[in-house]
Structure formats: C-alpha cells, structure tokens
C-alpha cells in the first residue's frame, strides 16, 4: 500500500494553480472542488458578455442594436465558455483518477522489476517537483498575455461582430467584446495551454520510466510484453479533444450558417484536425516503441533458437529414429508438445509496434469526431452522413 501511494502520481493536483485555488477556496481542503471551479469559471468568462448583449439588444437576432450577427450566431463564443472551459477543468479528475490508478501498475504487474522500483519512484517524485515548480506557469501566462495583447481586435474582428460599435467595427468594442478578449478566452487559452504542459509531463514521466529499464515479457497475451495497461493513459484526454474540436467545429459552423462556407472545403481541414489530435494525444504512448522493438528483436532470436533445437530434437527422435538423450527440452512442462513451443514463437511475432490499438485510438478520435459530425450534419443529412461513415468503417 505505502509503494501505491508513493506511485500515486496526480498531474493535477498541487501545483501552483491548484495550490492558488485552494487558498482562494475554490478548491476545498480535500477533493479536488471540479464542479466548484467549472461552474465559477464558466459563469466569470460567460455572464458578464452575455449579460450585456442582452441589456444592449445583440444577444438574439431582431435585437434593437444594428449588429449585423447578434451573439447568439457566434458559437465559438458560448463553445469555449459553455463547452470548452468547464470540459477541460471536468477532465482534470479523469486525468488525477487514471494517473493515480495506472502507474502503481508498473510495480504491481511486474513490469518494473523489485530491484528498480527505487528508481522508479524517483522518476515518480521527479516528475512532482516539475508538475509543482513554477517555471512552465510563468511561460504559459507569457503566451497568454502574448496572444491576448498583440493585434487582438484586428485579427478577431469578424468573430465578434456582434460585439462592434460604430462605423468602425475593427477597433471599437462594447463592454461584450473587451470582456471576451481579455478575459473569457484568455481563461480558455490558459486551461488549454495547461492541458498541453500535461501532455508533456506525462511524456517525460513514460519516456524517464522506459530508461530505467523495464521487464517485458515477449510472450505476454497482451502483446506488448505486459504494457497493454498504459493504453488506458489515453482515455484522460478524451474530453481535452473534444473540448478542442468543439471550439472549432464552432467557429466553422458559424461559416456554414451565416457565410456560406462549403462543408466540403472543410473536408481537409477536419482530417487534419483528426491526424494531428491522434498524433498529440497518443503521443505519450509511443515512447514504449524502441523499448518494445528491441525486445521483440531479442525474443525473436532467442525464442527461434528454442523453437528451432525442440523441432530438431523432436526430428531426431521421431522422424529419424535416432538416439537424443534424455534431453530435458523434451520433457519441459511450459514448452510442451510441438504446437506449443511454436506458438511460443508465434506470440512474440505478434508483439505490437507500440501500445496504441483500438481502445486507445477510439478514446481521442471518437470525442474529436463528433462535434465535426455535427458541423457536416448542417447541410448532410445525418442519416446519409453516418451511412457514409460506417460504409467507410465497413
């Protein structure tokens, strides 16, 4: 029990904002106060904005303001408050509950062998002090305050259009739009840039734990010599994808509705969004690769010269006739017959590249599909479009 708790490593919990939120009591003395911080976080970047484009007429069309597209047409703006903030604030309990859970694993499945399990516990506690250290917080408020200040207004100009006073709508803003600028995205933009220092994190916490070395089992059912419990890792970033697709899916239906953007010039651009979540989210994962590869190349070799001298002593004996001894190949209970000892060979050459198969690649590709699902469903009929995609699946 003590080495699961020293294992037991949140990505969440304890650093610097967690530690800030504590003090300010949004995170409770124990728990990590989710739902407290979601519910908060989406109300500070939402109400306000939407408070006042009611009170000004440019929340709903027909308004009294002559907003040419009230706020209720720009859905990037209630994706990222409604959707996208309390997601990504939600999915930090799936990624504390799944880390936790996961990473005594290594121990316990012998993966780790006992005489490494210091060092691995050091990896562990080294990857605390860089989740609690206070460097990478400083370059992601950096970044913020970066995005938010340099050009804003011009480069957002169209997406907040329901935000524009006057004749020149590039420059001057009601109360609404400062609002989102400055402080509803860049809410956003911090969580979401949180989530990518997790991503790292955990990828120096797998790729440290590769070095130490580890014990794999070539033959291991789970071909991946005993790793196949690490695809689960993937399943913490399921709501981050969907989270990020749906701000963009977002931005794009607003095109289809309201500008007639073709769905099929997004075609490309919701391919690429998909390759590049897959190849993001999993990345963590393929750090097992070389570890995987070398051992697969070991096992062949050795498992092959096993293979190959109880086929050779099997020939002898039965096919020749000849005198082997009392070879104690023959007679090895976890060898067994002929069958047996090839299947031995057969289950090393069934080793996998990398621990990411259909339950890790469905736990990112699913969430981010959806919200593009719904985009083409603007003018595809969903009927069609599904029996299109599971005549693709198919």
Known sequence: MSTDQDLALSLVRDDPPFRALRTARLIPRE?????????????????PLAIWAAAAGRALPGGQAPAAEPLLEHFGVHARCLIAIPLLILAQGLAHGTTTRLLPWFVR?????SERVPQFREVVHGVIRLRNGAIPWIVIAGLTIAWTAVGPVARDADALVWAAEGAAPATHFGF?????LYVARPIYIVLALAWVWRLVLLTVLLRRATK?????????????GGLGFVERFATMFGPVAFAFSAVLASEWAHQVLYHDLSVKALRAPAIAFLVAA???FLAPLAVFGPALAATKKKALLEYGALV???GELVRRRWILRET??????LHAPEIGPVADAV???DAVKAMRPMPIGKPALLAVVVPALVPMVAVFALKVPIGQLLGKLLHGLV
Not at 31 to 47: C, N
Not at 109 to 113: A, E, L, N, R, Y
Not at 324 to 329: L, R
């Open 31 to 47: 728990g990590l106060g989710l739902a407290r911080r979601a519910v908060f976080f989406t109300l500070l970047a939402w109400l």
């Open 324 to 329: 082997v001894g009392d070879d104690e190949i």
């Open 176 to 180: 609404g739009g400062w609002w989102f």
């Open 308 to 310: 190959g001298r109880h």
């Open 212 to 224: 130490i070395g580890l014990d794999l089992v070539p033959t291991h059912p789970d071909r991946l």
């Open 278 to 280: 897959v190849l993001v």
């Open 109 to 113: 499945s012998g993966v780790v062998p």
């Open 343 to 345: 299947s031995l060979f």
